[in-house]
């Protein structure tokens, strides 16, 4: 049974604890409110502002578990706070450890703060959670897929077009890494995993992902230097470091070029290509 009280205090306690620049919002002038408006949070839980505000004043309908998800995450809050709200909107939590979706509040900080940097957070089967605006203006809107193509490697297999951004040269070798990464992830994850089913799906649709798959390689990593081929600026090539969260299993990738090249002045263009797009 949902707890309408405890959750509305549970929500403007948690609102009320952060600032726009913890989430990487401008703070603006004129500012009154001691931490987050109810409609910044409403943005950054894909919500209505008339939804959320009921919430925090003990209306409403029963939310579901993914408008929970949607809050838990736009609040940067904790696995334990997750789990905390959920209980109090009467649903049980959604299980812990690799599968989980949920970004860490760290994480999630580090990201809110390269703004004008390239970078994604993303699963270890490659579904990306979240973008910086910049990683937006680099490989598109990645978090816009579902089911099965929401990973890149079922992507490279299954539509040519997510190719593309990727330089010729690299085709041959991505093609080796994602089948050696997903059967990496098969083995450690096991035969009920997502993992194996992914490498179902791919087996019975691909005749090359079929023919790498009986390769068994292992092992075979990213390059730390990536060649992008973007349709607006060309050629780029861009430094890529990871930051993993092991207890999530979920990785931050920045992309980042040297400064005074070629590849460091077009990504100057594309902040303001994005900038345009974005509005």
């Known amino acids: 049974m949902i707890d309408r009280t405890g959750l509305a205090e549970f929500l403007r306690n948690r609102r009320e604890a952060l600032q726009p620049e913890d989430v990487g919002m401008p703070r603006g002038q004129r500012r009154r409110t001691s931490g987050l408006r109810r409609e910044e949070v409403a943005a950054l839980c894909n919500m209505s502002a008339?939804?959320?505000?009921?919430?925090?004043?003990?209306?409403?309908?029963?939310?579901?578990?993914?408008?929970?998800?949607?809050?838990?995450?736009?609040?940067?809050?904790?696995?334990?706070?997750?789990?905390?709200?959920?209980?109090?909107?009467?649903?049980?939590?959604?299980?812990?450890?690799?599968?989980?979706e949920h970004i860490s509040p760290g994480l999630l900080r580090i990201l809110d703060r390269l703004e004008d940097t390239p970078a994604e957070i993303v699963t270890e089967l490659g579904e990306t959670l979240r973008q910086t605006p910049m990683g937006v203006a680099l490989t598109g809107n990645t978090t816009q897929y579902t089911g099965p193509a929401r990973s890149t490697g079922y992507r490279w297999f299954t539509d040519p077009a997510s190719r593309n951004i990727y330089a010729q040269e690299e085709h041959a070798f991505l093609t080796r890494m994602y089948a050696s990464g997903l059967r990496e992830m098969v083995t450690l994850r096991g035969p009920g995993s997502r993992a194996a089913y992914l490498a179902g799906l791919l087996l019975d649709s691909s005749e090359e992902f079929r023919r790498v798959w009986d390769d068994h390689e292992i092992g075979i990593r990213p390059h730390e230097v990536k060649h992008f081929n973007h349709p607006e600026v060309g050629a780029l090539e861009l430094n890529c470091q990871r930051l993993v969260d092991p207890g999530q299993a979920h990785s931050l990738m920045v992309y980042t070029a040297v400064p005074g090249s070629e590849s460091y002045e077009k990504l100057q263009v594309l902040s303001v290509i994005g900038a345009q797009t974005l509005r």
């Open 50 to 100: 008339d939804y959320y505000s009921r919430l925090e004043r003990e209306r409403g309908p029963q939310p579901s578990q993914q408008m929970l998800g949607s809050i838990a995450q736009g609040l940067h809050m904790s696995l334990d706070e997750r789990d905390h709200l959920f209980r109090l909107a009467g649903h049980n939590p959604p299980p812990r450890g690799t599968s989980s």
